[in-house]
DNA sequence: ATAGGGTTAG
């Protein structure tokens, strides 16, 4: 029986769209939708969230302009201007909303809070900011708490940002703080923190003083910005004060509580997240996501595995979080073998998942599958995804394949910061220096801001081309110009900049004149320049502080016994030998290989003759490692060494042009068989050398790990499809 | 049907 005028077709087909989209089926969605004859208005909203939400703009604006006036409505403006907030496009974002409000349509919460997320992006935040704030006041009263909350969160955003004066922010923020109609815990949260970031905490500990009720998130954020300025004793103080008089946390709601544990695990309170979470009376899968991710981005990865398996539910989220946290962390096997896993239970990926799949390959060298996933991406229409994009340039440039690199990046539809950071470390870490400088040139003419990662790669790459005149001006730009200042990862690389060039003097100068104690990353820059340098006081000094800080460190004690041999201090050298066996550090295939690299320098340096050095022999033995000098080079003292010689195994290190020569000078024997060490932090990097090697060497190298081999050919390299 | 949870660079 039909009602007439109902068509039940037609309802059920607009319906589909949203399974076939859910399902990640774009292309079937997208067919569909043109043969219904009259789609409603929720199956171009939901076809415009899907083209938004994998970054395919234009699609998702057509659909939008198709769409005729009269069926518009609130929800679909949304979807679209969502779309533009989450693609980084702040000024379009605001630009569809203005268009939405002169044609009579009402913005609504959703409306602001989706507007407010894109304008934090951009560069003139504070005027557009402050017209939106008019707008929500005009609007009248009728908003949620949860919009002001937005409004004051973009105020606090741009007062902390280097672009615009703070001073007048923080004010402008402090006046919507108190006309707003309500004010929650996430309200105090955000302006007491607004104003840690600003450093002012008596401002933010006169306003936590000021509260009527006590509430335990407000304090503990308080407690936090203490602690992050180093304000210990007043932090211990205000946290006895709280167990005795605030309210406790456990009984907000489902959202308060999930924006909560984002903001603990974000500013590096991954444990007390936990305990929110374990105290939820009502959770969802938003809550485990964030769990998740705290695990993931603080690097418990063995937690994270736990955490993961123990999930009452999935989604596509949750899948990506762990496939990208076990590539980050070195485990691209895992991450891959979960890649397949997603797949095979049903989940389509989406284009972050791709990008995790991506990372993994180039941590493991294998440039074949990733030109598999990438030829994928596009014919799933993900090739305009930022994400995605962004890690093939990663990945082409880690496996040595910068033309590739180059290509993706020159044909991306939209860069950002990430890309040109990515672009710059491909042409630093293939000994490009000169070029990666210019690039970086080139991204502060396209109006780009640099970031800290931006200014690690670019001191790398002055380090690495020898350039201490332009590192001193970056480094000091870097504060003045962007407002970033440096953090310990900056100063090392200065460091080693500058003993590199043998500038002893002004490095000690900038150790003493940093604003924290200089940690393991400082000493270890020192030290390596003080070993090329044959500084051996001075490095002394740094191992010895090393020593101290990182004890637990495998090739700390094999750096410093080396210094004391090399300078005759053989009794140091005893005792830092016996304190080594007694930890029982232990040479296993698992362990650094730097550290084998070290002893063997004790015999180049030192008296081959010496009772210690015999015991390193010894040592050595002991672990099925006969140990040959093949040859070094006089200037660099690199030393190649290889295993049994009746396994035909060979171990390369990562220092990519120094193994490609001393590789040469081996001649290596027909079939042999190069075993890569796996914790060597970017096998990219050794299949670089190997590639070279290949070339230089003019014969086929064969690599064989645990599952598969990779076969270089005259710089070119295949591997067995073993996924 | 729209938000809150993610991704890529050292």
Known sequence: MIVSGFKPRDHILNRL?????????????????????KPDIVARTTLITAYSAIGNLTLARKIFNETPLSMRDTVCYNAMITGYSRNN??????????????????????TYTTVLSGVAQIVDAEKQCQQLHCAVVKSGTGFATSVWNALLSVYVRCASSPLVSSSSLMGEARNLFNEMPERDELSWTTMITGYIRNEDLHAARELLDGMDERMEVVWNAMISGYAHHNSFQEALLLFRKMRTEAKPTVDFSLSVNNTLLTLYYKCGKLDEARYIFNNM??????????????????????????????????????????????????????AMTLFNQMRSEGFEPCDYAFSGAITSCAALGALEHGRQLHAQLISLGFDSSLSAANALITMYARCGVFKDANSVFLTMPCIDSVSWNAMIAALAQHGHGVQAIDLFEQMLKADILP?????????????HAGLVKEGRHYFSSMRVCYGISPDEGHYARMIDLLCRCGEFTEAKGLIESM??????????????????????????????????LVPQHDGTYILLSNLYAAIGRWDDVAKVRKLMRDRGVKKEPGCSWIDVENMVHVFLVGDTEHPEVQAVYKYLEQLGLEMRKLGYLPDTKFVLHDMESEHKEYSLSTHSEK???????MKLPLGATIRVFKNLRSCGDCHTAIKFMSRVVGRDIIVRDAKRFH?????????????
């Open 17 to 37: 769209i949203d399974v076939y989209c859910k399902s990640s089926n774009f292309s079937y969605a997208h067919q569909l939708f043109d043969q219904i004859p």
């Open 89 to 110: 496009d702040g000024y379009a974002s605001i630009r569809l909303f203005c268009e939405m409000r002169q044609g009579g349509f009402r913005p609504n919460d959703f």
């Open 281 to 334: 009376p009502v959770k969802d899968l938003v809550s485990w996501n964030a769990i998740l991710s705290g695990y993931v981005s603080a690097g418990r990865i063995q937690e994270a595995k736990s955490f993961f398996k123990e999930m009452p539910e999935r989604s596509i989220l949750t899948w990506t979080v762990m496939i990208s946290g076990l590539a980050q962390n070195g485990l691209g096997e895992e």
């Open 451 to 463: 970031d800290r990662i931006t200014f690690l790669i670019i001191l790398s790459a002055c380090s």
């Open 515 to 548: 604003p924290f104690e200089p940690g393991g990353p400082i000493w270890e820059a020192l030290l390596a320049g003080c070993r090329t340098h044959g500084n051996m006081d001075l490095g002394i000094q740094a191992a010895e502080r090393l020593f101290e």
């Open 659 to 665: 193994l490609a020569v001393a590789f040469g000078l």
């Open 711 to 723: 076969h270089f050919r005259n710089g070119e390299c295949s591997c067995g499809n073993y996924w």
